[in-house]
C-alpha cells in the first residue's frame, strides 16, 4: 500500500505527479464536455459571473449579451516553438478549440435563424490548465421573431478531433413585462 501511495505522488522529472497524469488520462477518455454555458451580464473570471435573471428578451430591440462557456474533458498540445525565430516563450502548453453559434427557431422544423461564424481560439500557458472557459461577447439582431429559440453552443478540440453541444434556451417575447431590460 506505502508503494502505491508513493507512486501516486510521486513526481517525474518535469513536475507532474502521477495522480495529474491519472487525472489527465481520466479526462482524455471522457472526453469533450461543455458542464456550463449561460448568457451574463458580467463574466469576471473562471466561474465568477452574473447571469442574466431570464433569458427572454424584447422583439425589435438588439440582444447584447456574454456567453459564458465552462470546457472540460479538453486536451493540450505542447508549444511548438520551432516557427517563432528563436523568441524566448513562457509559454508551453496550449488549449485549440473552435467555438461556433447558431440560434434556431424551435418549433417545426427548427429554422436557423441566426449564426456565428466558427471562431479559432488558442490560449496558452506554463502548465496544463484544469479550468477552461470561452467567453464570447455577441449580439442576436432585432430582426428575430416572437417564439423560443435555442442557442446551440458547438466547441471543437483541435487537439483531441472532439466535439461537444449544449442548447442554451432564449425567448423573444412582445409584452414588455415578459421581458430583460436591464434594470
Known sequence: ?????????????????????????LSRTVGLQIP????????RGF???SEFPRTDFLAG?????????????????????TGL??????????????Q??????????????????????VETSRNKQRDFYLLT??????TLTVGSYQLKVIIKDRVANSRAEVLVPIGIVADPALAWTGR
Request: proline share 2%.
Open 47 to 49: 466561474g465568477r459571473y
Open 137 to 142: 461577447d455577441f449580439q442576436l439582431p432585432e
Open 100 to 121: 461556433t453559434l447558431e440560434l434556431y427557431h424551435s418549433g417545426e422544423g427548427e429554422i436557423l435563424a441566426w449564426k456565428r461564424p466558427e471562431e479559432i481560439v
Open 85 to 98: 525565430g528563436g523568441l524566448a516563450v513562457e509559454e508551453r502548453w496550449a488549449i485549440d478549440v473552435t
Open 61 to 81: 430591440r438588439r440582444v447584447r449579451a456574454l456567453l459564458y462557456v465552462e470546457v472540460d474533458g479538453f486536451a493540450h498540445r505542447e508549444m511548438d516553438k
Open 36 to 43: 456550463k454555458a449561460l448568457l451574463c451580464t458580467e463574466v
Open 1 to 25: 500500500m506505502a508503494e502505491l501511495l508513493a507512486s501516486v505522488f510521486s513526481t517525474d522529472a518535469d513536475g507532474t505527479s502521477a495522480l495529474q497524469g491519472l487525472s489527465e488520462r
